[in-house]
């Protein structure tokens, strides 16, 4: 399984950014995709997951309501659109693969949960 996040990038507060997931066909077919997210001196936090119809999703707390995930499986892509960003947003995402979807959103959002890993891309938000 093969990931790849692009799209960050340095944005003043109040902006968007949106993240891309370059992901292979099996990710996409059969897999759960999650963007996670890592600020220096901080644990790895997950942030939103989708199922693999795209109908079931899940997003912490801190980004609910500015963040929206998404996915394009024909053309092999997930997405995170982050509204509204916040000086705490700053961190390095990835996107990650698992072929479990958990419904309960704790296990969904837990990164020890998910196998797949992509390279991260850093966001950095300015107050």
């Known amino acids: 399984v093969q990931l790849q996040a692009s799209g960050g990038g340095q944005m003043q507060a109040g902006g968007s950014l949106k993240l891309s997931c370059a992901a292979s066909?099996?990710?996409?077919?059969?897999?759960?995709i999650a963007w996670f997210r890592q600020a220096p001196g901080k644990e790895r936090e997950g942030v939103a997951c989708i199922s693999v119809s795209g109908g079931d999703t899940h997003y912490s707390d801190s980004v609910k309501g500015r963040f929206s995930i998404s996915r394009d499986n024909a053309n092999k892509a997930a997405y995170l659109q982050m509204n509204n960003l916040e000086p705490e947003d700053t961190a390095v995402y990835y996107c990650?693969?698992?072929?479990?979807?958990?419904?309960?959103?704790?296990?969904?959002?837990?990164?020890?949960?998910?196998?797949?890993w992509g390279q991260g891309t850093l966001v950095t938000v300015s107050s």
């Open positions: 066909k099996f990710a996409l077919d059969y897999c759960t």
């Open positions: 990650a693969a698992d072929l479990t979807y958990y419904s309960d959103a704790g296990a969904a959002l837990d990164f020890e949960n998910y196998v797949y």
